[in-house]
């Protein structure tokens, strides 16, 4: 199958996933399910990589600018920089591609080889609203989240590893972190991480949705899937990054 | 009642199932027997509506299936019950949760009234006490009762199994068996089995069709197919030496 018959039959899965729940309340409980499954869990993960890249970032930044004519705050100003517009928004979601990403297609995949999705279709359950819009409201409910609390735990991070290491002054450090404060950073890290959510969410969900055989099936639609996650996030990145930063 | 009638599927342009035609009554159990890639659950599918046909008219009690307006159609699989070959439970879902999944979905029901289907239906299959168990805790025969108390938990009209004791012991498979075949007749349904397996011929099969190569190649009851000619139900039948001697002792040809 060409990449053009991939992307009208992933628009038209879109078609069916974005229709009015048949039950409320059996919404919501998949949605709070969703929530706890691929964002609450993934919490850790954000937490632990974010706090460390932040402390290299930091000794990455005073290991490289040693020049005295060059003020020490521009390794906070530096770090603060990196983490909200890159690191935190793509950087983050390329992990949770890995870790979400996976999850989403092989959920979604075993369902379909264990004819879980046609018992839902023989009920008369439309399939794709009932599994799918869930994770894509929890994955944009709860993305922006878990990248704000990547970027505080990033630059939290940097400061303890700046200050124990003592190659940046705490004081230095936060004149950094307030130096050209420009709003807009934080406006376009959120806007890449929904955008973001909404990729991480649905591809991996059609490549789980449409796998045919069995569970080694299964198991290349999810390396797959991580894949065309990551590659699509990249390029949005590029395009999104053109448009609202130039 | 379920009319199929020139039913036609190609998968492509191979042809699948070719012009057929049959009637599943009320009340009775139907099976559609024949060897591994006939077309039993290509057919099976295209009556769940799964699969939509190249041709042909399947009407469900006068309802043409194909002209219905879509949800009219998902109505209609409201009124449905279907027995996956591998069960088909959800795996995040316990036993009640499983059972109740349809009535939630598509009736107002309060908690206790849920529950108290749900237990009814259990009790119906002999599986009571096991209320919060998950599938994966189940044994297979198990796991087919919770299937076909999920099946008949809204009261459908036409209950599709395919191959419902692939798997299961004899013993088993023979309760198996039984209980869908009681259920028809205790709720007049209309019941249709995918099935290779012979005992469940004789034991339920109060019609039988044969499919060979995408065609139906015979049609009778559990009684005629000890009778007939038919070489696609003898090579079928009898292609088991325990039939052959069952046949045998049956119509007095013992050697």
Partial sequence: ?246 | MIEVKNLHKEFNGINVLNDISATFEKGQTSLIIGQSGSGKTVLLKCLLGLFEPERGIISFDGRNHSELAINTKRKLREEIGMVFQGSALFDSLNVEENIMFPIKMFRNKTPKEMLLRVNEVLERVNLVNSNKKYPSELSGGMKKRVAIARAIVMNPKYLFCDEPNSGLDPQTSTLIDNLIHEITVENNITTIINSHDMNSVMEIGDKIILLKDGCKAWEGNKNEVFYTDNEAVTSFVYSSNLFKKVRDVYTGNIK
């Fill in chain 1, 1 to 246: 199958m060409n990449y053009l018959e991939h992307t009208g039959k992933y628009f038209t899965m879109l078609k069916q996933v974005f229709k009015k729940p048949q039950k409320r309340t059996i919404f919501n409980e998949m949605l709070f399910r969703e929530i706890e499954d691929i964002g609450i869990n993934s919490i850790g993960i954000t937490a632990f990589i974010s706090f460390f890249v932040g402390g290299v970032v930091v000794i990455q930044m005073a290991l490289n600018l040693e020049n005295p004519f060059i003020p020490r705050y521009l390794i906070g100003y530096a770090t603060r920089m990196s983490l909200v517009l890159e690191f935190s928004p793509t950087l983050m979601s390329i992990i949770l591609a890995g870790k979400v990403g996976s999850y989403i297609t092989s959920s979604i995949g075993t369902m379909r080889v264990t004819e879980q999705i046609d018992a839902l279709e023989v009920m008369g359950v439309n399939s794709l609203n009932y599994l799918v819009l869930p994770k894509i409201i929890a994955s944009i409910i709860f993305y922006p989240l878990l990248v704000t609390l990547g970027i505080f735990l990033g630059i939290y991070g940097g400061m303890v590893a700046g200050v124990l290491t003592d190659l940046i002054s705490m004081q230095d450090y936060i004149i950094g972190l307030r130096t050209d404060l420009d709003p807009f950073h934080f406006t376009y890290s959120m806007i890449k991480t929904v955008v973001f959510a909404f990729v991480i969410a649905t591809i991996p969900a059609y490549h789980g949705y449409y796998v045919t055989g069995g569970s080694l099936e299964v198991g290349r639609a999810s390396t797959k899937a991580v894949v065309w996650t990551s590659v699509v996030i990249i390029v949005l990145n590029y395009f999104l990054t053109q448009m609202l930063l130039s």
